[in-house]
């Protein structure tokens, strides 16, 4: 957790991470890289994480977007039709 520790705002200031700490841990498991024991303990590790912030006082705020299949091809058509992006 050390490299989203480093990149915390200062106290009084706000961070938004797009993207979220529990990705790592569960792709490496979902492709078989880790063990399940690997993955509660990464868990385990950003509840901590997460705790020891809550502790300090600072708020964390969690949302889920939602991109449908039929909204997501769209974009990915989009992207592959433009020849900066395809």
């Known amino acids: ?3 989203y520790w480093r990149a915390l705002p200062p106290k009084g200031k706000i961070g ?3 993207g979220s700490w529990y990705t790592a841990p569960i792709i ?3 492709f078989r890289r880790t063990r ?3 993955l509660v303990q990464s868990l ?3 509840r901590h994480f997460e705790r020891m912030l809550a502790d300090d006082g600072a708020p964390i705020l969690k949302f889920w977007f939602h991109l ?3 909204r997501q091809r769209m974009r ?3 992207l592959q039709s433009n020849p900066e992006t395809s």
Do not use: P, T
Request: no cysteine; charged share 50%.
């Open 1 to 3: 957790m050390w490299r």
């Open 76 to 78: 990915l058509k989009a």
């Open 28 to 30: 490496d498991r979902v």
């Open 16 to 18: 938004i991470l797009f």
């Open 36 to 38: 399940r024991s690997d």
């Open 68 to 70: 449908s299949k039929k």
């Open 44 to 46: 385990e590790e950003i």
